[in-house]
């Protein structure tokens, strides 16, 4: 069914509101963090979230310690993800007339961990944000490119195409392995060794994939996730040879139920700019903030060097060098400079703690090249 931003009948709505905002008379629309299809006028994303409040509240009675995950209305599923206190994300789906029950509540539910885990990756809690910008434009701005920027990789054609049959979403949160013979093992085990070695004395992490497959990871289970889901999406060989994913829940886009038009994507010029921001949202300085949009396709490249390079953080101030990448781990809560180097069919990835590079972009090079001599005499 293909449904118009204007619809009084979406099929589809993604809305994450803070519940510590907004509980004032005249202030309701500071509860809201952000909300797809953003041209819904304001009363109807308001009634949507003021519904979820009232059955967070209401299921609270019942069961305080464990929050709602889901509820089953007539038309409606109604998923609910609370990624950290009172910051809640959720996504209500129409149901479709097949007799076939279609929705599957957790891998939907997975959706909106996923989309949650890559934002903090790349840009920290969302909490952290608010109270570094009580306004909330800084995070509102942020979550719009990011989330647009995800939402992209589901159009198909002019359809925008949410995966719901039971096979769609079976990959979502989990990581494919490479099985490898003995020696193929050992092999890896020092290729491992050369990367972490390559930065002297510094502790670094390491992710090394053939083609979409993970073939060995130095990373925790969360953060090796997180990892190898955005190196599957935007820098894998397949990626960066078509620009598009090689998910099968992507590619199986086909067989969805639920489809919103392209015109979704995008706010509408009447949507409030100072709001979510401009529906033209560039990479860099954009009025008052700078967002850094890591899910912006076809941004990645292989430079003669066999690093992957991209413009999408910037250049380091006062050159037209690119910024290195910069990722948060969920396990050490440490900022690293993640960097990605390519070989045929197999990619590496490495990630040096910030801390332990005092001289920026320069001992970030110095490290990209002590990693090529030293797989230079392997």
């Given at each position: 069914m293909?449904?118009?931003?204007?619809?009084?009948?979406?099929?589809i709505?993604?809305?994450?509101?803070?519940?510590?905002?907004?509980?004032?008379?005249?202030q309701?629309?500071?509860?809201?963090?952000f909300?797809f299809p953003?041209?819904l006028?304001?009363?109807?994303?308001?009634?949507?979230?003021?519904?979820?409040?009232?059955l967070?509240?209401?299921?609270?009675?019942f069961?305080?310690?464990?929050?709602c995950?889901?509820?089953?209305?007539?038309?409606?599923?109604?998923?609910?993800?609370e990624?950290?206190?009172?910051i809640?994300?959720?996504l209500?789906?129409?149901?479709?007339?097949?007799?076939?029950?279609i929705?599957?509540?957790d891998?939907?539910?997975?959706v909106?961990?996923?989309?949650?885990?890559?934002?903090?990756?790349?840009h920290?809690?969302?909490?952290?944000?608010?109270?570094?910008?009580?306004?909330?434009?800084?995070?509102?701005?942020?979550?719009?490119?990011?989330?647009m920027?995800?939402?992209r990789d589901?159009?198909?054609g002019?359809?925008?195409l949410?995966p719901?049959?039971r096979?769609?979403?079976?990959?979502?949160?989990?990581?494919?392995?490479?099985?490898i013979?003995?020696e193929?093992?050992?092999?890896?085990q020092?290729?491992?060794r050369?990367?972490e070695?390559?930065?002297?004395?510094?502790p670094?992490?390491?992710?090394?994939l053939f083609?979409d497959?993970?073939?060995?990871t130095?990373?925790?289970?969360?953060d090796t996730?997180n990892?190898?889901?955005?190196?599957?999406?935007?820098?894998t060989?397949?990626?960066?040879?078509?620009?598009t994913?090689?998910?099968?829940?992507l590619?199986?886009?086909?067989?969805?139920?639920?489809?919103?038009?392209?015109t979704?994507v995008?706010?509408p010029?009447s949507?409030p700019?100072?709001?979510?921001?401009?529906?033209?949202?560039?990479?860099?300085?954009d009025?008052?903030?700078?967002?850094?949009?890591?899910?912006?396709?076809?941004?990645?490249?292989?430079?003669?060097?066999?690093?992957?390079v991209?413009?999408?953080?910037?250049?380091?101030?006062?050159?037209w060098?690119?910024a290195?990448?910069?990722?948060?781990?969920?396990?050490?809560?440490?900022?690293?400079y993640?960097c990605?180097?390519?070989?045929?069919?197999?990619?590496?990835?490495?990630?040096i703690?910030?801390?332990?590079?005092?001289?920026?972009?320069?001992?970030?090079?110095?490290?990209?090249?002590?990693?090529?001599?030293?797989l230079?005499?392997?």
């Open positions: 293909g449904l118009s931003s204007n619809s009084s009948n979406e099929s709505q993604l809305c994450i509101f803070d519940l510590r905002r907004g509980q004032h008379e005249g309701e629309l500071d509860k809201i963090l909300f953003s041209g006028p304001f009363s109807k994303q308001l009634a949507v979230i003021g519904l979820s409040e009232g967070i509240t209401f299921t609270r009675i069961s305080p310690q464990a929050a995950d889901s509820i089953e209305a007539e038309r409606h599923s109604h998923v609910f993800h990624p950290e206190p009172d809640w994300m959720v209500v789906v129409e149901k479709s007339n097949d007799s076939e029950p929705w599957r509540d891998a939907l539910r997975k909106l961990k996923e989309i949650h885990s890559l934002f903090v990756m790349f920290g809690p969302v909490r952290a944000m608010l109270e570094k910008e009580p306004g909330g434009g800084l995070v509102r701005r942020h979550l719009y490119s990011f989330i920027d995800y939402l589901f159009l198909v002019k359809k925008f949410l719901s049959f096979d769609c979403l079976k990959e979502r949160g989990t990581v494919q392995m490479l099985t013979t003995r193929a093992a050992i092999e890896v020092s290729l491992v050369v990367l070695s390559s930065a002297a004395n510094t670094c992490y390491s992710l090394i083609q497959l993970l073939v060995s130095t990373l925790s289970p969360d996730i990892l190898f889901t955005y190196a599957v999406l935007r820098l060989p397949r990626a960066l040879s078509s620009g994913s090689s998910w099968s829940y590619r199986k886009g086909n067989i969805a139920s639920n489809v919103v038009t392209e979704n995008a706010p010029s949507m700019e100072s709001f979510y921001g401009s529906s033209d949202i560039s990479p860099g300085e009025n008052n903030y700078h967002v850094v949009r890591p899910l912006q396709s076809d941004k990645w490249s292989k430079g003669k060097d066999g690093y992957l991209t413009d999408l953080w910037g250049a380091e101030v006062g050159t060098v690119f290195t990448p910069t990722v948060l781990l969920q396990q050490t809560g440490e900022r690293m993640l990605a180097y390519q070989h045929r069919s197999l990619t590496l990835m490495l990630l703690p910030i801390s332990s590079i005092p001289n920026g972009e320069q001992g970030v090079s110095a490290v990209k090249q002590q990693v090529l001599e030293n230079n005499v392997l």
